[in-house]
């Protein structure tokens, strides 16, 4: 229809320009001519172009069929009235209409301009001056009648294209499916008697657009791009698409839309389309449905029986160290045997280091699970750093390490929960000892940058390879060399980290060249999270990344080496 539209906007300039120079010339003046010919010249293409820019006809149509019913009866009026043969061309107005638009309604449009036409002459014949009327102006009706010549050629091939193919029918008893015979403008020409059996409904209900309004919504931009792809050349495409379907009875309600697979192929002009019943994808989609529910439960059943057993650890454990230190400080008599107190040093010291991982799987499994209650606090974060110095000096002085704090004034105060981020330095601090030799330095500082307060733990370690990047932060995942492999542990002091710094909405980045140390820097708010404190933080699993930019702690990393 669009394409119709735009060519008689492009064709009829040229008719109405020479009826103005033979009857408005002579009676108005050439000035008047010229300006008539341009207005009609520039406001057809402008509304060609128009349609042909927004896809919008109906609006356009509208008007142009108006300002065609007032031009043509000017130049009635202008030629003698209803006397002259230019009043055959109000003929003109519903046949192109009909031409354009393809329907009743559009030729309705038309008779409506028609009458417009006839009518009008005889109120302009008072306004302008006419003359008697003349057996040549019937050349005008004449030259529109000649133009139908190609355009009924056009019409003859589109009207005789519907008895031309018999394929279908023999395609019904082969295949289980609709087969659909498609025009390049997409609408249905034919649909075979399948659709009774799979869509129930009758094949005519298809023809036009009734396919594409019967399309879900969600599917309509696969499909159009599938018939794009077929006009540009495309011999075969395939779409998935859910169709509407009658409702069989009322418990149908909202389940009527159907999963279907239409196949596109190409058949000279047009295109042959099957379109088959896709229940089987549907299973496969509900099957792995199923499975990512079992997996999540799989993984809150890990959870909860990670938190179970951490309990029922930690209880046995407080014993044991409490009964260790009695013993070692002697108070119900000391030893006979020196190597006494170094055994039952060593139970007390095995005791703690087990409650401090049994402490950190419980940590972990309750961030994960979003059961961590954080509670929020102002406190001055120099008193947090000075109380994680005062603990990790003595293990910095056994390995003759340089532990400096540089808090700048501008640090103040945050609102976060003062034992989270205590336990953030703790960790990190811990690490940074652990993994730097023998009279290396760590270094804690802190200064504030806008409404964020930015602090770090830095050391003279070992380093990290950028490969070994992205197990940082993942549950019982450590960094294995032929250093680290003297330590122990459990992986799990930067995977607590990474979730206590997701639950104050901040960010983590780690700058690491192997041999020359590492500097992990935490990003917090100082007014505090926005959201609730106690939101689930998902950790990652143990899985490499597919490339380097995924690299991550589950909040913004940025890597150095």
Known sequence: MQRRFIGLMLAV?????????VLVTARLGAGVTVATIFAVFGLSWFMALLVAATGRL?????????AASLGLAGFIAAAGGLASPLLVLALALPAEALFVGGTRRAAGFGFVGAIAAIILPSVLTSLLPVEAPAAWHWLFPVAWGLSWLPRMRGLKMSLGASDTVQEPAQLEDVIDAVVLRIGRNGEVLDASSQSRTLLKLAPELLSGTGLFDRVHLADRVAYLSALADMREGATL??????????????????????PFALELMRAGEEIVALLRANDETVDLKDALATARESAAGADVAKGRFLAAVSHELRTPLNAIIGFSDMLLNEIFGGFKDPRQKEYVELVRDSGQHLLAVVTSILDVSRIESGAYSAQPEPFRFAEAVEMCQSMMRIQAETKHIKLTTQVQADAGE???????????????????????PDGGAVSIGARRIGSRLH?????????????????LGKPFMQIQNDYTRRFEGTGLGLSLVKGLVGLH????SVESALGEGTKV????PVDGPKGSASKPTVLPIAHP???????????????TA
């Open 13 to 21: 300039p040229f008719l109405a320009a020479s009826m103005a120079v």
């Open 58 to 66: 109906m609006p356009t149509a509208c008007v142009a069929l108006g």
């Open 237 to 258: 495409r395939r779409v998935e698409l859910r169709m509407r379907l009658p409702r069989i009875d009322a418990a149908g309600a909202g389940g009527n839309h159907r």
């Open 414 to 436: 945050i609102n976060a929960d003062r034992r989270a981020v205590q336990q953030i330095l703790i960790n990190l601090t811990s690490n940074a000892i652990k993994f730097t």
């Open 455 to 471: 602090f770090w733990v830095s050391d003279t370690g070992i380093g990290i390879a950028e490969a070994d990047l992205c197990n």
């Open 505 to 508: 909405d901040g960010t983590m």
């Open 521 to 524: 820097t935490i990003s917090l």
């Open 545 to 559: 990344p597919k490339t380097e930019k995924e690299v991550g702690l589950g909040s913004p990393l940025r890597k």
